[in-house]
């Protein structure tokens, strides 16, 4: 169940209109999850510094469970993840940090538990 959150300074504007849905789907098939397990949020508009400039940029925070927990895996999503937000947010990649992190199905609640005893 990964969860993903775009923070921007970029205006609502700024972002095309179906970034959201566009996130969730490219997400699914570099995580290899179903849209359906997919928790996209979007802000926009934030007063935000990357690398001490406030000129536009973007950070994505991507946790889930299993399929971020290594070096390996991650160097291989953050590629993949970068050439969706250079394109479709038109920002370098200078401006644009991802965080991973992993975390343990008894740490996501759903229907009542957590996701260990679904």
Not at 22 to 32: D, F, K, R
Not at 49 to 76: R, W
Not at 93 to 116: A, S
Request: proline share 5%; with cysteine.
């Amino acid at each position: 169940m990964p969860f993903l959150e775009l923070e921007t300074s970029l205006s609502q504007e700024n972002i095309p209109k179906d970034f959201a849905e566009n996130l969730c789907s490219v997400a699914a098939s570099i995580l290899g999850k179903p849209k359906e397990r997919l928790n996209v949020t979007v802000k926009s508009g934030l007063s935000m510094l990357v690398s001490g400039s406030a000129a536009p940029c973007a950070q994505l925070i991507i946790s889930s469970i299993a399929v971020v927990g290594t070096a390996e895996q991650n160097k291989e999503h953050s590629s993949k993840f970068f050439e969706f937000l250079t394109k479709e947010l038109s920002l370098g990649q200078d401006r644009i940090v991802l965080r991973f992190y992993p975390v343990e199905p008894w740490q996501i609640g759903k229907k009542g538990t957590v996701m260990t005893f679904l």
